[in-house]
Every structure is written in C-alpha cells, then in structure tokens.
C-alpha cells in the first residue's frame, strides 16, 4: 500500500513557474514506477510525464514536453514536477500516482497506476 500526498500547487501568472511535489509512504518507493497526470473540469485525465523507479527512464506528453520536468528522490520519497511557460490551459487539477513493478518501465497509461494521491489545483491566470 502507499499513500501519496501531492503538495505546491497554487496560483500562477502565465508565463510562471511552478513545482508540484508528491510525498510517498511505505519502504518500496523505487519499486513503483511513478507519473503526473490532471484533470481539467469535464475533461478526462490526461497523462503529463512519468519516470521509472530507477528514475533513469522518463517520458512526457508532447503538450508539456520541453516545459514541464519530472524528477524523483528516491532517499525522500518523492517525486516532483517542475513545470514552466505555464498557460492558460494548463489550469487543472493535479495527480500523482504510483504503479507497481515499475522499476524498469514508464507507462502513460492512466489506467495503469494503482495509487493516487488527492490531487492539488493549479491555476494559471492571463
């Protein structure tokens, strides 16, 4: 079992930075594969950026790719994700999420990840 607590999100101006941070419990935090995804109001999730438990493998959605950056400490237990040149549209809810034996993998696959954390809000004004 783990228990994710997501943290940092707030208010930004477009053109801003931001860097959301993810909190995990349990002692097999390199096992799981982990990933950042948000939810938009009636929209479906949309898969932002995931790293392998290794935290060697990454892979990012091309609407964030070369904007957003995603980083894991696994002696912390956390995952981060530094996001920049931050849009109007990037408003939404944010999530981080844990998918077993991921030590090796990356997966973009919402369905895929077996926790998740409550979510923290991100808007970007214009």
């Known amino acids: 079992q783990v228990q994710l607590v997501e943290s940092g999100g707030g208010l930004v101006q477009a053109g801003g930075s931001l860097r959301l941070s993810c909190a995990a419990s349990?002692?097999?935090?390199?096992?799981?594969?982990m990933g950042w995804f948000r939810q938009a109001p009636g929209k479906e999730h949309e898969f932002l950026a995931a790293?392998?438990?290794?935290?060697?493998?990454?892979a990012y959605a091309n609407s964030v790719k070369g904007r957003f950056t995603i980083s894991r400490d696994n002696a912390k237990n956390t995952v981060s994700l530094q996001m920049g040149s931050l849009k109007s549209e990037d408003t939404a809810v944010y999530y981080c999420?844990?998918?077993?034996?991921?030590?090796?993998?990356?997966?973009?696959?919402?369905?895929?990840?077996?926790?998740w954390g409550q979510g923290t809000q991100v808007t970007v004004s214009s």
């Open positions: 999420a844990a998918r077993s034996g991921g030590y090796y993998s990356v997966s973009s696959d919402y369905t895929a990840y077996d926790y």
């Open positions: 349990g002692r097999t935090f390199s096992t799981y594969a």
């Open positions: 790293i392998n438990g290794r935290g060697l493998s990454t």
